[in-house]
């Protein structure tokens, strides 16, 4: 069903649009801003969808809370002793990230409307643009912490180019200062994001690596609270704990 794939159209729609905008020849400038307006447009469509399509409910923070949900393995890594890596393509929304989704669509919809009479670097500047969008985006969906941090940085980088080429008289200025402030931040949520790595556990993944199911993705309550009174017990090995950037599990610990 293609509106279980809506979050991640929203996010890539922009890049595919980036990537057309960056193949197609410069004397085909005439269409450069028609491509991200009407990619922004299209956004527009499904992100209302999505806002009706939301049905509100009470539950708790958790992964049975978030609706439109996709989630699959992404990168996994046996470090030894030190455990297992595990990293997921985890996005959502619940009942304030919808609002702020359709929020920032809006918004840069009309971005794209106010940069209509941009006429230096045009392919440069939109292709920049829709990576911004799709970055901002991903940044508001985005349930595991490594995948949010790849969003905010992808976010800084068109956004350093946009300012400092296309920003006022004091461009070149601002765009450094913008790059070194959010490059400090960067730092400290990379190292607030390891030390949440190294303390939270996925109990699906790692009941599977010690045996008691055969599907990471669909523990019973009991699985998850044998798993973990078994690792506040110290009885699981090191090397069969599986650590996840999963920012729900981060929140329950």
């Known amino acids: 069903m293609l ?11 922009p890049l595919v649009a ?20 009407g990619g922004s447009l299209v956004q ?8 009706l399509s939301y049905s509100p409910s009470g539950s708790s923070y958790s992964i049975e ?8 393995g992404w990168i996994k890594l046996d470090l030894q002793s030190l455990g297992k890596l595990s990293a997921e393509y985890f996005v959502g929304v619940d009942g304030l990230s919808i609002g702020l989704v359709l929020l920032s669509i809006i918004i840069l919809l009309i971005g794209a409307i106010s940069s209509w009479q941009i006429k230096e670097n ?14 901002i985006i991903g940044c508001f969906v985005a349930l595991d912490f490594l995948l949010f941090y790849l969003f905010f940085e992808f976010m800084l980088l068109p956004m350093y180019f946009l300012i400092g080429i296309w920003g006022g008289p004091r ?7 913008f790059f070194l402030y959010t490059l400090m931040g960067s730092i400290f949520i990379l190292i607030v994001m ?3 790595y190294t303390s939270v556990i996925d109990p699906g993944a790692t009941a599977v690596e010690l045996g008691l ?18 690792l506040q017990a110290g009885q699981i090995p090191q090397d069969r704990l599986v650590r996840t950037f999963n920012m729900v599990f981060m929140t329950d610990s």
């Open 18 to 37: 980036a990537l057309f905008l960056v193949i197609l020849p410069e004397r085909k400038n005439i269409y450069f801003k028609f491509i991200a307006l």
């Open 194 to 196: 390891i030390g949440l």
């Open 122 to 135: 045009a392919k440069a500047y939109f292709s920049l643009y829709l990576v911004l969008n799709a970055s």
């Open 213 to 230: 199911i055969s599907d990471s993705q669909s523990p019973t309550a009991a699985i998850m609270k044998q798993v973990q009174d078994m």
């Open 44 to 51: 527009l469509i499904i992100g209302v969808v999505l806002y």
């Open 65 to 72: 809370g978030f609706q439109f949900v996709e989630r699959f």
């Open 171 to 177: 461009r070149e200025y601002a765009s450094i200062k």
């Open 3 to 13: 509106q279980a794939h809506f979050l991640s159209i929203l996010i890539f729609l």
